[in-house]
Structure formats: C-alpha cells, structure tokens
C-alpha cells in the first residue's frame, strides 16, 4: 500500500508568514509523529499523536509551533510567525501501534525554507 | 526519559572493510532497539531491528548485537560497499513510550 505521504515537498516563505505542512499516515497506522532535521544534523522530536490520547507535545520548541491530527488519520503542523532558524525538513514518521517496539515508517519530508 | 547516544559520529572505511557503530541507552525497561539507514536527501529507512529477547540478529552484511546488562547494542556492517555510503540512526524504546534516537553516524565507504 501507500507510504507516508507528505505535503508540499518544498516550501519557501517570508519571514513572519504562517505555513501548514500536511502529513498523511499509512491506513490503519495509530501512531504519528512529527521531527524536525536541520541541515547535516539529527532528528529533532517534535510532538506525537497515538490514538485518542492528548499528544505528546514536549518536543515543541516554541508556542509558534502546533499540530492537529483530524479524525485519527492526516495531520498538519503548523508554524506561526516564521523565523529564519525554523528553516529544516520536517519529517512526520506513523507507526501500527503507539508507543515503542513498532517500526516508525517515514514520509519524504517538506523543505521548508524561510527567507 | 530515555537518552541514546550514539558514537562516533562519522566513519570512513575502505570498501571491503567493516563498519561498527556503538549506541548506548539509559532506560533499562527499554526492549526495543531499530536501526536507519538515512542516503542524502532522503528519507530515514529501517534496515534491521533487534528485540531485547534475543542478542544478536544478522540480515546478509548488516548484524545488530545488543547486550542488555550493560545497555548497549551495536550495528555491523560487513565487506562495505559504497552505497553503504549514509547516515545511520540508532534509537531505543521501552513499550510504553516513543522511540528515542541517537545523534547519527555518518558513514563514507572509501572506493
């Protein structure tokens, strides 16, 4: 069946201006996760979403930055008021079940580039 | 929380060579240890996982050890070739909880 999917897969805006990236689970996956990747660097924990429990959201790096994922399937993260260092691939990653010992299957990322 | 951290940090080796990359983690409940492989520009990809019931497990040229006891687990990788050539991500998970990563390695097979 299908991968991950994410979209767009390249992104470039002003500096101040909102952006949503789209992330598309496999069917059936319960779990999901967002990252974040700067350039040469590792993968950055941003929020996690398993079922109908509130997510884990410990890895948000600032109250600009929020996601929602509908119907326990798509989700979009959003960043408000984008600055130059939130410049990175954004990577959403699903899973079988949530929690650990399921391998994480990744989407091809959105290269978000803020001039 | 789990910590895995994940050494070295780069790797050359000449083609023909073995690659080891050594992870260790803090959380002893954890009993689940995947490793990806991640090509420039690319996704990050599974290419083998290892469950804390067994200590070694091997796919063609890749093995993964892991010793429980003293919370560490390693990737192999043998006769190298250049599309071998990535980063590699160790990471660690106890059930309950997500999946914790390492920092990377880089790996560079020398032709």
């Known amino acids: 069946g299908a991968g991950v999917s994410q979209s767009p897969s390249n992104k470039v805006t002003e500096k101040g201006k909102d952006v949503e990236l789209r992330c598309d689970p496999i069917?059936?996956?319960?779990?999901l996760y967002w990252y974040r990747q700067s350039l040469g660097q590792g993968l950055e924990f941003l929020i996690y979403?398993?079922?109908?429990?509130?997510?884990?959201k410990s890895g948000l790096p600032s109250d600009r930055f929020s996601a929602e994922r509908t119907g326990g399937s798509v989700s979009t993260l959003t960043i408000q008021r984008t600055q130059q260092e939130d410049s990175a691939v954004y990577l959403c990653?699903?899973?079988?079940?949530?929690?650990?010992?399921?391998?994480?299957?990744f989407g091809d990322g959105t290269r978000l580039s803020i001039l | 929380g789990e910590n895995v951290e994940q050494h070295p940090s780069t790797l050359s080796v000449q083609e023909g060579d073995s690659a080891v990359i050594k992870c260790t983690y803090s959380?002893?409940?954890?009993?689940?240890f995947p490793w990806y492989k991640q090509e420039l520009g690319k996704r990050p990809q599974l290419i083998i996982d290892?469950?804390?019931?067994?200590g070694e497990k091997k796919d063609q040229r890749i093995a993964v050890t892991l010793n429980k006891t003293a919370k560490h687990f390693s990737l192999h990788i043998t006769e190298t070739q250049p599309e071998d050539s990535a980063v590699y991500f160790c990471?660690?998970?106890?059930?309950?909880?997500?999946?914790?990563f390492g920092a990377g390695t880089t790996v560079t097979v020398r032709a």
């Open positions: 979403f398993q079922g109908n429990s509130a997510p884990d």
């Open positions: 990471a660690a998970s106890r059930p309950d909880y997500k999946l914790s």
């Open positions: 069917s059936g996956h319960t779990a």
């Open positions: 959380d002893s409940a954890s009993n689940y």
């Open positions: 290892i469950r804390s019931n067994v």
């Open positions: 990653a699903s899973s079988s079940q949530g929690g650990g010992n399921q391998p994480q299957h």
